[in-house]
Protein backbone atom coordinates (compact mmCIF):
# COMPACT_ATOMS: atom_id res chain seq x y z
CA UNK A 1 0.00 0.00 0.00
CA UNK A 2 1.54 3.46 -1.35
CA UNK A 3 2.21 5.98 1.55
CA UNK A 4 0.13 9.22 1.69
CA UNK A 5 1.21 11.15 4.43
CA UNK A 6 3.31 13.85 2.52
CA UNK A 7 0.91 14.06 -0.15
CA UNK A 8 -2.19 14.80 2.52
CA UNK A 9 0.20 17.18 4.46
CA UNK A 10 -0.12 19.15 1.36
CA UNK A 11 -3.10 19.16 -0.05
CA UNK A 12 -5.13 21.93 -0.70
CA UNK A 13 -7.85 21.58 1.42
CA UNK A 14 -6.26 21.10 4.70
CA UNK A 15 -7.03 22.99 7.76
CA UNK A 16 -3.59 23.26 8.77
CA UNK A 17 -3.47 25.94 5.53
CA UNK A 18 -6.02 28.25 6.93
CA UNK A 19 -3.52 31.01 6.77
CA UNK A 20 -2.56 30.34 3.31
CA UNK A 21 -6.10 30.84 2.26
CA UNK A 22 -6.53 34.08 4.72
CA UNK A 23 -3.56 35.50 2.71
CA UNK A 24 -4.98 34.53 -0.55
CA UNK A 25 -8.29 35.95 0.12
CA UNK A 26 -6.52 39.40 1.18
CA UNK A 27 -3.80 39.43 -1.78
CA UNK A 28 -6.05 39.70 -4.85
CA UNK A 29 -9.48 40.73 -6.64
CA UNK A 30 -11.75 37.90 -7.00
CA UNK A 31 -14.53 37.57 -9.70
CA UNK A 32 -16.90 36.47 -7.14
CA UNK A 33 -17.52 35.96 -3.15
CA UNK A 34 -20.07 33.66 -2.02
CA UNK A 35 -21.10 34.77 1.52
CA UNK A 36 -22.47 31.39 3.06
CA UNK A 37 -21.19 27.98 3.11
CA UNK A 38 -24.04 25.61 2.55
CA UNK A 39 -25.66 23.53 -0.54
CA UNK A 40 -26.44 26.79 -2.51
CA UNK A 41 -23.33 28.38 -1.55
CA UNK A 42 -20.87 25.82 -2.15
CA UNK A 43 -23.04 24.70 -5.40
CA UNK A 44 -22.83 28.36 -6.68
CA UNK A 45 -18.73 28.23 -5.96
CA UNK A 46 -18.38 24.92 -8.09
CA UNK A 47 -20.88 25.97 -10.55
CA UNK A 48 -18.89 29.31 -11.36
CA UNK A 49 -14.97 28.26 -10.61
CA UNK A 50 -16.18 25.43 -13.57
CA UNK A 51 -16.73 28.15 -15.98
CA UNK A 52 -13.56 29.38 -14.90
CA UNK A 53 -14.58 31.83 -12.49
CA UNK A 54 -11.70 33.33 -9.74
CA UNK A 55 -14.70 32.60 -6.58
CA UNK A 56 -13.61 33.32 -3.27
CA UNK A 57 -16.23 31.33 -0.18
CA UNK A 58 -16.62 32.65 3.46
CA UNK A 59 -19.04 30.44 5.77
CA UNK A 60 -18.66 31.96 9.40
CA UNK A 61 -19.37 28.60 11.34
CA UNK A 62 -18.34 25.42 9.85
CA UNK A 63 -19.47 24.05 6.36
CA UNK A 64 -23.13 23.21 6.00
CA UNK A 65 -23.48 24.06 9.90
CA UNK A 66 -26.59 25.88 8.84
CA UNK A 67 -29.67 24.38 7.62
CA UNK A 68 -27.56 22.32 5.27
CA UNK A 69 -26.80 19.57 7.71
CA UNK A 70 -30.46 19.44 9.33
CA UNK A 71 -32.49 18.65 6.47
CA UNK A 72 -34.76 15.34 5.98
CA UNK A 73 -31.93 14.44 4.00
CA UNK A 74 -34.19 13.37 0.85
CA UNK A 75 -33.45 14.60 -2.17
CA UNK A 76 -37.05 14.88 -3.37
CA UNK A 77 -39.06 14.60 -6.32
CA UNK A 78 -40.57 17.09 -5.65
CA UNK A 79 -44.69 15.59 -4.69
CA UNK A 80 -45.60 18.16 -1.91
CA UNK A 81 -45.14 20.40 -4.67
CA UNK A 82 -47.83 18.60 -6.40
CA UNK A 83 -50.58 19.37 -3.85
CA UNK A 84 -49.62 23.36 -4.00
CA UNK A 85 -50.19 22.93 -7.81
CA UNK A 86 -46.50 24.23 -8.37
CA UNK A 87 -46.26 22.23 -12.15
CA UNK A 88 -43.21 23.46 -13.12
CA UNK A 89 -41.27 23.01 -9.89
CA UNK A 90 -42.30 19.50 -9.90
CA UNK A 91 -40.84 18.88 -12.82
CA UNK A 92 -37.74 20.89 -12.10
CA UNK A 93 -36.90 18.97 -8.88
CA UNK A 94 -37.63 15.58 -11.11
CA UNK A 95 -34.63 16.47 -13.46
CA UNK A 96 -32.79 17.81 -11.06
CA UNK A 97 -32.87 14.45 -8.48
CA UNK A 98 -32.03 12.56 -11.28
CA UNK A 99 -28.99 14.65 -12.22
CA UNK A 100 -27.73 14.48 -8.30
CA UNK A 101 -28.26 10.85 -8.56
CA UNK A 102 -26.27 10.52 -11.58
CA UNK A 103 -23.13 12.88 -10.54
CA UNK A 104 -23.20 11.21 -7.31
CA UNK A 105 -24.62 7.49 -6.59
CA UNK A 106 -22.75 6.42 -3.67
CA UNK A 107 -24.40 9.53 -1.56
CA UNK A 108 -28.08 9.47 -3.17
CA UNK A 109 -29.98 6.52 -2.63
CA UNK A 110 -33.66 5.27 -4.23
CA UNK A 111 -35.84 4.71 -1.16
CA UNK A 112 -39.01 3.37 -1.83
CA UNK A 113 -41.55 4.88 0.43
CA UNK A 114 -44.80 4.53 1.48
CA UNK A 115 -47.88 6.22 1.89
CA UNK A 116 -50.59 5.19 3.87
CA UNK A 117 -54.10 5.85 2.85
CA UNK A 118 -55.73 6.12 5.98
CA UNK A 119 -59.78 7.08 7.63
CA UNK A 120 -60.11 10.83 7.78
CA UNK A 121 -56.88 11.39 6.09
CA UNK A 122 -55.87 13.76 3.95
CA UNK A 123 -55.82 11.47 0.79
CA UNK A 124 -58.20 8.91 -0.36
CA UNK A 125 -57.28 5.69 -2.72
CA UNK A 126 -58.50 7.86 -5.82
CA UNK A 127 -56.44 11.02 -4.95
CA UNK A 128 -53.62 9.63 -4.04
CA UNK A 129 -53.49 7.22 -7.57
CA UNK A 130 -54.19 9.80 -9.88
CA UNK A 131 -51.47 12.41 -7.67
CA UNK A 132 -48.89 9.94 -8.23
CA UNK A 133 -49.30 9.50 -11.60
CA UNK A 134 -49.20 12.82 -12.80
CA UNK A 135 -46.34 13.35 -10.22
CA UNK A 136 -44.60 9.94 -12.21
CA UNK A 137 -45.12 12.08 -15.96
CA UNK A 138 -44.09 15.31 -14.33
CA UNK A 139 -40.87 14.71 -12.64
CA UNK A 140 -40.29 12.10 -15.05
CA UNK A 141 -40.03 9.23 -12.90
CA UNK A 142 -38.31 6.08 -13.98
CA UNK A 143 -40.65 2.99 -15.08
CA UNK A 144 -39.09 0.70 -11.88
CA UNK A 145 -39.79 3.71 -9.91
CA UNK A 146 -43.02 4.45 -10.75
CA UNK A 147 -45.88 4.41 -8.31
CA UNK A 148 -47.71 1.43 -7.51
CA UNK A 149 -51.30 1.54 -5.84
CA UNK A 150 -51.73 -1.35 -2.75
CA UNK A 151 -54.87 -2.69 -1.41
CA UNK A 152 -55.01 -2.57 2.85
CA UNK A 153 -53.36 -5.90 3.04
CA UNK A 154 -50.60 -5.60 0.94
CA UNK A 155 -49.80 -2.25 2.77
CA UNK A 156 -50.13 -4.39 5.59
CA UNK A 157 -47.20 -6.85 4.46
CA UNK A 158 -45.26 -4.01 3.15
CA UNK A 159 -45.22 -2.30 6.91
CA UNK A 160 -46.95 -4.75 9.57
CA UNK A 161 -46.65 -1.91 12.48
CA UNK A 162 -49.52 -0.03 10.58
CA UNK A 163 -52.54 0.30 12.69
CA UNK A 164 -54.91 -1.70 11.13
CA UNK A 165 -57.97 -0.32 12.31
CA UNK A 166 -57.70 2.99 10.23
CA UNK A 167 -55.74 2.13 7.52
CA UNK A 168 -57.57 1.61 3.82
CA UNK A 169 -54.75 1.19 1.52
CA UNK A 170 -51.18 2.28 0.60
CA UNK A 171 -48.66 2.99 -2.71
CA UNK A 172 -45.47 3.08 -2.82
CA UNK A 173 -43.31 5.92 -4.64
CA UNK A 174 -39.65 6.50 -4.75
CA UNK A 175 -37.60 9.30 -2.79
CA UNK A 176 -33.85 9.09 -2.79
CA UNK A 177 -31.97 9.26 0.98
CA UNK A 178 -28.84 11.40 0.76
CA UNK A 179 -26.43 13.06 3.34
CA UNK A 180 -27.22 16.69 3.16
CA UNK A 181 -23.78 17.90 5.27
CA UNK A 182 -21.96 15.73 2.85
CA UNK A 183 -22.93 16.58 -0.45
CA UNK A 184 -21.77 19.72 0.63
CA UNK A 185 -18.41 19.16 1.14
CA UNK A 186 -17.96 17.12 -1.94
CA UNK A 187 -19.13 20.33 -3.79
CA UNK A 188 -16.93 22.36 -1.70
CA UNK A 189 -14.11 20.13 -2.31
CA UNK A 190 -14.76 19.98 -6.47
CA UNK A 191 -14.99 23.92 -6.54
CA UNK A 192 -11.22 23.89 -4.58
CA UNK A 193 -10.15 21.53 -6.88
CA UNK A 194 -11.10 23.91 -9.74
CA UNK A 195 -9.04 27.28 -8.20
CA UNK A 196 -12.08 28.18 -5.66
CA UNK A 197 -10.80 29.96 -2.17
CA UNK A 198 -13.25 28.48 0.26
CA UNK A 199 -12.91 29.04 4.20
CA UNK A 200 -14.83 27.88 7.17
CA UNK A 201 -14.87 29.88 10.04
CA UNK A 202 -14.98 33.13 8.66
CA UNK A 203 -17.42 35.73 9.05
CA UNK A 204 -18.73 38.69 6.89
CA UNK A 205 -19.03 41.63 8.97
CA UNK A 206 -19.75 44.10 6.83
CA UNK A 207 -19.14 45.50 2.73
CA UNK A 208 -16.88 47.92 1.37
CA UNK A 209 -18.59 50.10 -1.54
CA UNK A 210 -16.74 52.09 -4.65
CA UNK A 211 -19.30 54.81 -6.13
CA UNK A 212 -22.15 53.25 -4.30
CA UNK A 213 -21.38 49.51 -5.96
CA UNK A 214 -20.30 46.52 -3.48
CA UNK A 215 -16.68 45.74 -4.18
CA UNK A 216 -15.19 44.28 -1.25
CA UNK A 217 -16.42 42.13 1.98
CA UNK A 218 -14.84 42.55 5.60
CA UNK A 219 -14.27 39.32 6.82
CA UNK A 220 -13.13 38.21 10.36
CA UNK A 221 -11.25 34.89 10.80
CA UNK A 222 -13.02 33.17 13.77
CA UNK A 223 -9.84 31.35 14.79
CA UNK A 224 -7.15 33.67 14.12
CA UNK A 225 -9.23 36.92 15.16
CA UNK A 226 -7.17 38.11 11.68
CA UNK A 227 -9.19 40.75 9.52
CA UNK A 228 -8.97 40.41 5.99
CA UNK A 229 -10.84 42.63 3.37
CA UNK A 230 -12.06 40.31 0.30
CA UNK A 231 -12.14 42.00 -3.01
CA UNK A 232 -14.53 41.00 -5.85
CA UNK A 233 -16.15 42.21 -9.00
CA UNK A 234 -19.06 40.03 -7.79
CA UNK A 235 -20.67 39.37 -4.41
CA UNK A 236 -23.78 36.70 -4.12
CA UNK A 237 -25.08 36.50 -0.61
CA UNK A 238 -26.01 33.31 0.16
CA UNK A 239 -26.33 33.35 4.25
CA UNK A 240 -29.41 31.23 4.00
CA UNK A 241 -31.40 32.10 7.33
CA UNK A 242 -29.64 35.03 7.65
CA UNK A 243 -29.67 36.17 4.20
CA UNK A 244 -31.79 39.07 5.62
CA UNK A 245 -29.34 40.02 7.92
CA UNK A 246 -27.15 40.53 4.97
CA UNK A 247 -29.67 42.68 3.21
CA UNK A 248 -29.83 44.75 6.13
CA UNK A 249 -25.82 45.15 6.62
CA UNK A 250 -26.18 46.17 2.70
CA UNK A 251 -29.09 48.79 4.10
CA UNK A 252 -30.84 46.92 1.30
CA UNK A 253 -33.65 45.42 3.32
CA UNK A 254 -36.69 46.20 1.20
CA UNK A 255 -39.88 44.80 -0.73
CA UNK A 256 -39.72 40.40 -0.06
CA UNK A 257 -38.27 39.09 3.24
CA UNK A 258 -37.30 35.54 5.08
CA UNK A 259 -40.14 33.89 6.71
CA UNK A 260 -38.36 31.83 8.61
CA UNK A 261 -39.82 28.28 9.82
CA UNK A 262 -38.50 25.88 11.97
CA UNK A 263 -38.25 21.82 11.63
CA UNK A 264 -37.21 19.05 13.97
CA UNK A 265 -36.41 15.70 13.28
CA UNK A 266 -36.24 13.03 16.24
CA UNK A 267 -34.08 9.83 16.04
CA UNK A 268 -34.81 6.54 17.81
CA UNK A 269 -32.81 3.12 17.95
CA UNK A 270 -34.20 1.41 15.38
CA UNK A 271 -35.33 -2.04 17.88
CA UNK A 272 -38.17 0.50 19.63
CA UNK A 273 -39.47 1.91 16.02
CA UNK A 274 -38.88 -0.93 13.34
CA UNK A 275 -40.01 0.25 10.89
CA UNK A 276 -39.54 -2.17 7.72
CA UNK A 277 -40.23 0.58 5.46
CA UNK A 278 -39.86 4.09 4.91
CA UNK A 279 -43.18 6.58 5.28
CA UNK A 280 -44.46 9.57 4.48
CA UNK A 281 -48.19 9.73 6.22
CA UNK A 282 -50.82 12.35 7.74
CA UNK A 283 -49.71 14.12 10.89
CA UNK A 284 -51.81 16.66 13.33
CA UNK A 285 -52.57 19.73 11.75
CA UNK A 286 -52.62 18.59 8.42
CA UNK A 287 -49.27 17.80 7.69
CA UNK A 288 -47.29 15.22 6.45
CA UNK A 289 -44.10 13.57 7.99
CA UNK A 290 -41.70 11.29 7.17
CA UNK A 291 -40.36 8.60 9.40
CA UNK A 292 -37.32 6.38 7.82
CA UNK A 293 -34.86 3.94 9.11
CA UNK A 294 -31.34 4.12 8.54
CA UNK A 295 -28.18 3.34 9.69
CA UNK A 296 -29.73 0.95 12.85
CA UNK A 297 -31.93 3.95 13.56
CA UNK A 298 -35.25 5.44 12.70
CA UNK A 299 -35.87 9.11 12.35
CA UNK A 300 -38.61 10.97 12.12
CA UNK A 301 -40.00 14.38 10.96
CA UNK A 302 -40.66 17.06 10.51
CA UNK A 303 -42.13 19.98 11.87
CA UNK A 304 -43.03 23.06 10.60
CA UNK A 305 -43.60 26.10 12.77
CA UNK A 306 -42.60 30.01 12.45
CA UNK A 307 -39.35 31.32 13.76
CA UNK A 308 -38.15 34.59 14.88
CA UNK A 309 -35.50 33.58 17.57
CA UNK A 310 -31.57 33.33 17.65
CA UNK A 311 -30.38 31.23 14.10
CA UNK A 312 -27.12 29.81 15.27
CA UNK A 313 -28.85 27.27 17.49
CA UNK A 314 -32.43 26.73 16.96
CA UNK A 315 -33.71 24.31 19.48
CA UNK A 316 -36.39 21.37 19.81
CA UNK A 317 -38.53 21.83 22.12
CA UNK A 318 -40.39 19.19 24.12
CA UNK A 319 -44.10 20.60 22.05
CA UNK A 320 -42.16 19.42 19.11
CA UNK A 321 -41.04 16.31 20.23
CA UNK A 322 -44.84 15.71 21.44
CA UNK A 323 -46.25 16.67 18.02
CA UNK A 324 -44.22 14.41 16.37
CA UNK A 325 -44.44 11.48 19.16
CA UNK A 326 -48.27 11.78 18.63
CA UNK A 327 -48.27 11.55 14.90
CA UNK A 328 -46.14 8.63 14.60
CA UNK A 329 -47.79 6.63 17.52
CA UNK A 330 -50.98 7.87 16.01
CA UNK A 331 -50.21 5.59 12.93
CA UNK A 332 -48.60 2.18 14.33
CA UNK A 333 -49.81 -0.50 16.04
CA UNK A 334 -48.29 -2.69 19.06
CA UNK A 335 -45.58 -0.84 19.90
CA UNK A 336 -45.38 2.85 20.98
CA UNK A 337 -42.36 5.18 21.32
CA UNK A 338 -42.20 7.66 24.12
CA UNK A 339 -39.86 10.78 24.81
CA UNK A 340 -37.12 8.13 26.57
CA UNK A 341 -36.68 6.24 23.45
CA UNK A 342 -35.46 9.19 21.71
CA UNK A 343 -31.38 9.16 20.94
CA UNK A 344 -30.92 12.36 18.88
CA UNK A 345 -32.15 14.86 18.00
CA UNK A 346 -31.98 17.34 15.03
CA UNK A 347 -33.47 21.05 14.19
CA UNK A 348 -33.01 23.27 11.11
CA UNK A 349 -34.52 26.65 9.72
CA UNK A 350 -36.09 27.31 6.57
CA UNK A 351 -35.03 30.16 4.56
CA UNK A 352 -38.31 30.81 2.63
CA UNK A 353 -40.28 34.04 1.06
CA UNK A 354 -42.83 35.39 3.24
CA UNK A 355 -45.77 35.73 1.40
CA UNK A 356 -49.09 37.33 3.43
CA UNK A 357 -51.47 35.23 5.01
CA UNK A 358 -49.73 31.85 4.03
CA UNK A 359 -49.16 29.19 6.77
CA UNK A 360 -45.74 27.94 6.70
CA UNK A 361 -46.64 24.16 5.27
CA UNK A 362 -48.34 26.72 2.54
CA UNK A 363 -45.15 29.18 1.77
CA UNK A 364 -43.69 28.51 -1.81
CA UNK A 365 -40.52 26.30 -1.45
CA UNK A 366 -39.28 28.47 -4.73
CA UNK A 367 -35.93 30.12 -5.08
CA UNK A 368 -35.47 33.69 -5.68
CA UNK A 369 -32.71 36.26 -6.29
CA UNK A 370 -32.96 39.73 -5.00
CA UNK A 371 -30.28 42.63 -6.55
CA UNK A 372 -29.56 45.25 -4.53
CA UNK A 373 -28.85 48.57 -6.20
CA UNK A 374 -25.17 48.48 -4.60
CA UNK A 375 -25.01 45.20 -7.30
CA UNK A 376 -25.06 42.84 -3.79
CA UNK A 377 -27.27 39.54 -5.44
CA UNK A 378 -29.23 37.31 -2.53
CA UNK A 379 -30.53 34.17 -2.78
CA UNK A 380 -33.13 32.49 -0.84
CA UNK A 381 -35.96 29.75 -0.80
CA UNK A 382 -35.55 26.32 -2.24
CA UNK A 383 -34.58 23.33 -1.79
CA UNK A 384 -31.41 21.48 -1.12
CA UNK A 385 -32.59 19.02 -4.43
CA UNK A 386 -33.11 21.84 -6.60
CA UNK A 387 -29.57 23.45 -5.33
CA UNK A 388 -27.68 23.01 -9.05
CA UNK A 389 -30.18 24.71 -10.61
CA UNK A 390 -30.02 27.70 -8.30
CA UNK A 391 -26.55 27.56 -8.31
CA UNK A 392 -26.41 28.15 -12.60
CA UNK A 393 -29.24 30.88 -12.35
CA UNK A 394 -27.45 33.23 -10.48
CA UNK A 395 -24.00 32.37 -11.85
CA UNK A 396 -26.16 32.62 -15.29
CA UNK A 397 -26.78 36.04 -14.20
CA UNK A 398 -23.28 37.31 -13.22
CA UNK A 399 -22.45 35.85 -16.79
CA UNK A 400 -25.13 38.02 -18.14
CA UNK A 401 -24.32 41.49 -16.20
CA UNK A 402 -20.02 41.01 -16.92
CA UNK A 403 -20.86 40.75 -20.19
CA UNK A 404 -22.61 43.72 -20.62
CA UNK A 405 -19.96 45.23 -18.20
CA UNK A 406 -16.61 43.52 -19.21
CA UNK A 407 -17.69 42.15 -22.56
CA UNK A 408 -16.73 38.59 -21.27
CA UNK A 409 -18.06 35.83 -23.16
CA UNK A 410 -21.13 33.54 -21.67
CA UNK A 411 -19.82 30.42 -20.72
CA UNK A 412 -22.37 27.59 -20.42
CA UNK A 413 -23.25 25.82 -16.66
CA UNK A 414 -21.78 22.39 -16.93
CA UNK A 415 -22.49 21.09 -13.20
CA UNK A 416 -24.81 18.62 -14.47
CA UNK A 417 -21.68 16.70 -15.59
CA UNK A 418 -19.43 16.99 -12.45
CA UNK A 419 -19.40 13.59 -10.95
CA UNK A 420 -18.99 14.48 -6.83
CA UNK A 421 -16.09 12.40 -4.77
CA UNK A 422 -14.49 10.49 -7.35
CA UNK A 423 -17.33 9.59 -9.65
CA UNK A 424 -18.64 6.48 -10.01
CA UNK A 425 -20.76 6.70 -13.09
CA UNK A 426 -23.36 4.61 -11.92
CA UNK A 427 -24.83 2.50 -8.70
CA UNK A 428 -23.39 -0.72 -10.13
CA UNK A 429 -19.86 0.77 -10.20
CA UNK A 430 -20.75 1.63 -7.00
CA UNK A 431 -20.80 -1.83 -5.33
CA UNK A 432 -18.05 -2.56 -7.67
CA UNK A 433 -15.46 -0.40 -5.97
CA UNK A 434 -16.77 -1.28 -2.43
CA UNK A 435 -15.85 -5.55 -3.90
CA UNK A 436 -12.80 -3.88 -4.73
CA UNK A 437 -11.55 -1.92 -1.80
CA UNK A 438 -13.14 -5.07 0.37
CA UNK A 439 -9.70 -6.61 -1.13
CA UNK A 440 -7.16 -4.08 -0.51
CA UNK A 441 -8.52 -3.43 2.76
CA UNK A 442 -8.19 -7.20 4.41
CA UNK A 443 -5.12 -5.76 5.79
CA UNK A 444 -6.18 -3.81 8.31
CA UNK A 445 -9.28 -6.14 8.89
CA UNK A 446 -12.28 -4.02 7.58
CA UNK A 447 -15.34 -5.76 7.10
CA UNK A 448 -18.10 -4.95 4.76
CA UNK A 449 -20.54 -3.10 6.99
CA UNK A 450 -17.43 -0.83 7.36
CA UNK A 451 -16.38 -0.55 3.80
CA UNK A 452 -19.29 0.19 2.48
CA UNK A 453 -20.45 2.88 4.93
CA UNK A 454 -17.15 4.61 3.88
CA UNK A 455 -17.75 4.11 0.63
CA UNK A 456 -21.42 5.65 1.25
CA UNK A 457 -19.94 8.79 3.04
CA UNK A 458 -17.01 9.56 1.16
CA UNK A 459 -16.83 7.83 -2.33
CA UNK A 460 -13.77 6.73 -4.11
CA UNK A 461 -12.03 8.98 -1.04
CA UNK A 462 -12.83 5.89 0.98
CA UNK A 463 -9.36 4.04 -0.76
CA UNK A 464 -7.32 6.95 0.79
CA UNK A 465 -8.63 6.48 4.30
CA UNK A 466 -8.18 2.67 3.95
CA UNK A 467 -4.44 3.76 3.25
CA UNK A 468 -4.36 5.78 6.06
CA UNK A 469 -5.41 3.91 8.43
CA UNK A 470 -3.14 1.04 7.30
CA UNK A 471 -0.13 3.64 7.87
CA UNK A 472 -1.87 3.95 11.31
CA UNK A 473 -2.10 0.56 12.04
CA UNK A 474 0.53 -0.70 14.25
CA UNK A 475 -0.47 1.57 16.20
CA UNK A 476 -4.36 1.26 16.52
CA UNK A 477 -5.66 -2.06 16.30
CA UNK A 478 -9.31 -2.08 16.89
CA UNK A 479 -10.92 -1.75 13.37
CA UNK A 480 -13.37 0.67 13.98
CA UNK A 481 -11.07 2.97 16.38
CA UNK A 482 -8.34 2.61 13.11
CA UNK A 483 -11.88 3.67 10.42
CA UNK A 484 -12.48 6.46 12.86
CA UNK A 485 -9.12 8.31 13.22
CA UNK A 486 -8.28 7.21 9.54
CA UNK A 487 -11.60 9.31 9.12
CA UNK A 488 -10.47 11.84 10.71
CA UNK A 489 -7.16 12.54 9.40
CA UNK A 490 -8.47 12.33 5.80
CA UNK A 491 -10.87 15.25 6.98
CA UNK A 492 -8.33 17.72 9.13
CA UNK A 493 -6.22 17.35 5.83
CA UNK A 494 -8.81 17.31 2.74
CA UNK A 495 -12.27 18.61 4.18
CA UNK A 496 -10.83 21.26 6.51
CA UNK A 497 -12.12 19.86 9.87
CA UNK A 498 -11.11 22.27 12.43
CA UNK A 499 -12.92 21.16 15.14
CA UNK A 500 -14.24 17.47 17.12
CA UNK A 501 -17.54 18.65 15.95
CA UNK A 502 -17.15 19.66 12.44
CA UNK A 503 -15.70 15.70 12.34
CA UNK A 504 -18.25 13.97 14.53
CA UNK A 505 -21.55 16.36 13.39
CA UNK A 506 -20.76 17.01 9.22
CA UNK A 507 -18.27 14.93 8.10
CA UNK A 508 -19.12 11.79 9.71
CA UNK A 509 -22.93 12.25 11.05
CA UNK A 510 -22.53 10.43 13.98
CA UNK A 511 -23.91 12.77 16.26
CA UNK A 512 -27.22 12.00 14.66
CA UNK A 513 -27.12 8.60 13.77
CA UNK A 514 -23.92 6.57 16.12
CA UNK A 515 -23.99 9.32 19.41
CA UNK A 516 -22.54 6.34 21.60
CA UNK A 517 -19.80 6.04 18.97
CA UNK A 518 -18.94 9.36 19.43
CA UNK A 519 -18.84 8.94 23.43
CA UNK A 520 -16.57 5.83 22.36
CA UNK A 521 -13.89 7.76 20.05
CA UNK A 522 -14.07 11.03 21.38
CA UNK A 523 -11.27 10.93 23.62
CA UNK A 524 -8.68 9.86 21.11
CA UNK A 525 -9.96 12.15 18.44
CA UNK A 526 -9.33 15.12 20.73
CA UNK A 527 -5.85 13.83 21.43
CA UNK A 528 -5.28 13.11 17.74
CA UNK A 529 -6.56 17.09 17.09
CA UNK A 530 -4.13 18.30 19.69
CA UNK A 531 -1.06 16.84 18.50
CA UNK A 532 -1.52 16.99 15.29
CA UNK A 533 -3.49 20.61 15.01
CA UNK A 534 -1.70 24.11 13.92
CA UNK A 535 -4.70 25.60 14.94
CA UNK A 536 -4.57 27.91 18.49
CA UNK A 537 -4.94 25.74 21.78
CA UNK A 538 -7.89 27.82 23.08
CA UNK A 539 -10.09 27.68 19.96
CA UNK A 540 -9.49 23.74 20.69
CA UNK A 541 -10.10 23.73 23.78
CA UNK A 542 -13.09 25.73 23.38
CA UNK A 543 -14.38 23.42 20.53
CA UNK A 544 -14.25 20.60 22.71
CA UNK A 545 -16.94 22.02 24.83
CA UNK A 546 -18.83 22.60 22.07
CA UNK A 547 -18.83 19.09 20.91
CA UNK A 548 -19.83 18.42 24.75
CA UNK A 549 -22.99 20.84 24.49
CA UNK A 550 -24.18 19.10 21.20
CA UNK A 551 -23.95 16.22 22.57
CA UNK A 552 -26.32 16.95 25.16
CA UNK A 553 -28.10 19.51 23.27
CA UNK A 554 -29.66 16.56 21.01
CA UNK A 555 -31.45 14.96 24.08
CA UNK A 556 -32.56 18.13 25.39
CA UNK A 557 -36.03 19.08 25.19
CA UNK A 558 -36.63 22.58 26.42
P1 LIG B 1 -27.63 27.26 4.88
O1 LIG B 1 -27.33 25.82 4.80
O2 LIG B 1 -28.20 27.76 6.15
O3 LIG B 1 -26.29 28.02 4.56
C1 LIG B 1 -26.13 29.40 4.78
C2 LIG B 1 -24.79 29.59 5.45
O4 LIG B 1 -24.47 30.98 5.51
C3 LIG B 1 -24.79 29.11 6.90
O5 LIG B 1 -23.91 28.00 7.02
C4 LIG B 1 -24.32 30.32 7.70
O6 LIG B 1 -23.46 30.00 8.76
C5 LIG B 1 -23.64 31.17 6.64
N1 LIG B 1 -23.61 32.58 6.99
C6 LIG B 1 -24.62 33.33 7.48
N2 LIG B 1 -24.20 34.59 7.71
C7 LIG B 1 -22.91 34.66 7.35
C8 LIG B 1 -21.92 35.68 7.39
N3 LIG B 1 -22.20 36.90 7.86
N4 LIG B 1 -20.67 35.40 6.96
C9 LIG B 1 -20.35 34.15 6.51
N5 LIG B 1 -21.26 33.13 6.47
C10 LIG B 1 -22.52 33.38 6.88
N6 LIG B 1 -34.60 20.22 1.16
C11 LIG B 1 -34.59 19.10 0.41
O7 LIG B 1 -34.35 19.16 -0.80
N7 LIG B 1 -34.84 17.89 0.95
C12 LIG B 1 -35.16 17.73 2.25
O8 LIG B 1 -35.35 16.60 2.72
C13 LIG B 1 -35.27 18.88 3.04
N8 LIG B 1 -35.65 18.79 4.32
C14 LIG B 1 -35.63 19.89 5.12
C15 LIG B 1 -35.99 19.76 6.45
C16 LIG B 1 -35.88 20.82 7.31
C17 LIG B 1 -36.24 20.66 8.74
C18 LIG B 1 -35.40 22.07 6.83
C19 LIG B 1 -35.22 23.20 7.79
C20 LIG B 1 -35.10 22.23 5.49
C21 LIG B 1 -35.22 21.14 4.63
N9 LIG B 1 -34.90 21.24 3.27
C22 LIG B 1 -34.92 20.14 2.47
C23 LIG B 1 -34.48 22.53 2.70
C24 LIG B 1 -32.96 22.64 2.61
O9 LIG B 1 -32.35 22.03 3.72
C25 LIG B 1 -32.55 24.11 2.53
O10 LIG B 1 -33.25 24.71 1.48
C26 LIG B 1 -31.07 24.27 2.26
O11 LIG B 1 -30.28 23.49 3.13
C27 LIG B 1 -30.67 25.74 2.44
O12 LIG B 1 -29.31 25.86 2.16
P2 LIG B 1 -28.57 27.26 2.17
O13 LIG B 1 -27.19 27.03 1.72
O14 LIG B 1 -29.37 28.24 1.40
O15 LIG B 1 -28.61 27.72 3.69
Redesign the pocket.
Known amino acids: MRTIFIFLKTTPFSSAKRSVFLDQMESQTFDLLV ?7 AGIALDASARGLKVAL ?4 DF ?5 S ?7 GGLRYLKQLEIGLVMEVGREREIVYRNAPHLVIPEKMLLPVIEKGSLSEFSTSIGLYVYDVLAGVKPGERRKMLSKEQTLKQEPLLRKGILKAGALYTEYRSD ?1 ARLVIENMKEAVKRGAVCLNY ?3 EGFNYDQGKVKAARVTDQISGREVEVKAHYIIN ?5 VD ?2 REMDKSRQGKRLHLTK ?1 VHIVFPYEKLPFRQAMYFDAPLGRMIFAIPRDGCTYV ?2 TDTTYSDQKERPAVTKEDVDYLLQAVNGIIDGVQVQESDIISSWC ?4 LIHEDGKSPSELSRKDEIFESASGLLSIAG ?4 GYRKMSQRIVDKIFDRMSGSQGKAFVACSTHRIPLAGGFGSPQAVDRFVELLLGEAKQVNFGRELITKLVGKYGKNARTIVELAYEMSRKVQDAESLATLAELRYGMAEEMVCTPSDFFVRRSGMLYFNRLDILKHRESVFLWMESNTSLDSSFLIASKSELERELEEVMHFA
Open positions: IGGGITGVEKQGAGTSRSTKLIHDTRCAAGPWELGGTGLRPGKLT
